[in-house]
């Protein structure tokens, strides 16, 4: 179930606000939405368990390179396999690190956004109410 929407909860609010909206409607929108919240719960902990693995796995790769381990990867590389996530090819290795290049970026500027030149606005000043159209 995907995530609902800014309109879709608009459309909730409005349904709410109206007082002609029928109690039993209140009661069904309710049930609808504590289903989506037990289901919006239960995909945020499927994924904090899979950051916690990933991050699990990359820590204890850094851990074996400072070690000088023979395969620092391999915890690593257990876990992306154990998801399907391990490059095939040469082609999807470089459209990943093509990908992480591209993600890098965008989260630093929006981490650190650029200063924005100062905007030299001139503000013009309407005096009087009276306009006249050329003709």
Do not use: K, W
């Not at 039993?24 to 309710?30: C, E, F, H, I, W």
């Not at 693995?53 to 590389?77: G, H, I, K, N, V």
């Amino acid at each position: 179930m995907a995530a609902m929407t800014r309109s879709e909860f608009d459309d909730i609010r409005a349904f709410l606000a109206d007082d002609t909206t029928d109690a039993g409607d209140v009661l069904a929108v309710a049930r609808t939405l504590v289903d989506d919240l037990e289901h919006s719960h239960l995909r945020e902990a499927v994924l904090r368990t899979h950051y916690l693995r990933l991050l699990t796995a990359a820590r204890a790769t850094m851990a074996a390179e400072l070690l000088e381990a023979s395969d620092p990867l391999a915890f690593l590389r257990h876990e992306l396999s154990a998801r399907g996530q391990l490059p095939e090819d040469g082609e999807t290795a470089q459209r990943i690190l093509s990908d992480a290049r591209a993600a890098a970026e965008l989260l630093a500027n929006l981490e650190n956004p650029p200063p924005r030149p100062p905007r030299n606005l001139r503000l013009r000043r309407c005096v009087g109410t009276g306009r006249r159209l050329p003709h």
